[in-house]
């Protein structure tokens, strides 16, 4: 108490800020209570199978890509609960620094908008995967496909099955 008294943050506080530290929270803007709420937020996302990730990323309106993994799953979710967090003016610091409209736009519009300027969202569909190019070079332009799944050319479309 007398560390605290004389200005000095607790004990508790410094380890806690630590802590968010390592796992890429910022601490400068937020409270003691916000950044509990967002190491425990983070603590469960860390603690759930990937397919629970995959619908927490659904519900958001975010587009799951095929390759994509759980820990940057988890570093994306961490990012909307820490916005969600900030305090408004900060918010609003950030969004215009992606540039993201955000005078006069209500607070609850704000994350949204942070999510669809950040990661693929479903509305954006196919044309905003960082595998399109991939994908398009499997197909020819007339919309045949060149080759059929993971096979090198001139080997068996389907792995053969031994006789039993």
Request: glycine share 6%; proline share 9%.
């Amino acid at each position: 108490a007398l560390r605290e008294n004389a200005g000095f943050p607790a004990a508790g506080d410094r380890a806690l800020r630590r802590r968010c530290r390592e796992k890429g929270i910022p601490v400068d803007s937020l409270s003691t209570e916000d950044l509990l709420e967002i190491l425990d937020a983070v603590r469960q996302l860390e603690e759930s199978k990937v397919s629970d990730l995959k619908r927490v990323y659904e519900r958001w309106g975010m587009l799951v890509e095929a390759g994509l993994e759980k820990a940057d799953m988890i570093r994306s979710l961490t990012e909307i609960f820490v916005w969600q967090c900030l305090p408004v003016d900060e918010l609003r610091r950030i969004c215009k620094s992606k540039n993201v409209p955000a005078s006069g736009v209500p607070r609850e519009e704000l994350v949204p908008a942070m999510i669809a300027a950040t990661w693929p969202t479903v509305g954006q569909a196919q044309n905003a995967s960082r595998y399109k190019h991939f994908f398009d070079y499997l197909h020819s332009s007339s919309g045949t496909s060149q080759r059929q799944g993971p096979f090198p050319p001139g080997q068996p479309q389907r792995p053969q099955q031994r006789p039993p």
